[in-house]
């Protein structure tokens, strides 16, 4: 599976984006699906994930309530939508899928996309 992350870019505090990964392949329904992030200096952290079907999630804390994950298996995709933005959240967001299923352990993805830069300005 190659992975493909786009959509980031700079935005104001309180803004949103949305994220999007685009799969090859046509095993991509059998991988739940994860975004990461990480800052510089920092070392690359859970954001959320999704199961093969769509149909669970699963959020850090730190974006709860803001950001939302979703799947569409008919286009190898899949999103990330993110609202109320601030700068905290300024990293180089990462797609990944794990075919173990859910999970918030990066070791545990078994690809990885290039990553796409989030700014969030104040």
């Known amino acids: 599976v190659q992975l493909q992350a786009f959509g980031g870019g700079l935005v104001q505090a309180r803004g949103s984006l949305r994220l999007s990964c685009a799969a090859s392949?046509?095993?991509?329904?059998?991988?739940?699906m994860g975004w990461f992030r990480q800052a510089p200096g920092k070392e690359r952290e859970f954001v959320a994930t999704?199961?093969?079907?769509?149909?669970?999630?699963y959020y850090a804390d730190s974006v709860k309530g803001r950001f939302a994950i979703s799947r569409d298996n008919t286009k190898n995709t899949v999103y990330l939508q993110m609202n109320a933005l601030n700068p905290e959240d300024t990293a180089v967001y990462y797609c990944?899928?794990?075919?173990?299923?859910?999970?918030?352990?990066?070791?545990?993805?078994?690809?990885w996309g290039q990553g796409t830069q989030v700014t969030v300005s104040s």
């Open positions: 990944a899928a794990a075919g173990a299923g859910m999970t918030r352990r990066v070791t545990a993805y078994d690809y």
């Open positions: 392949g046509r095993t991509f329904s059998s991988y739940a």
């Open positions: 999704i199961g093969w079907t769509g149909g669970s999630t």
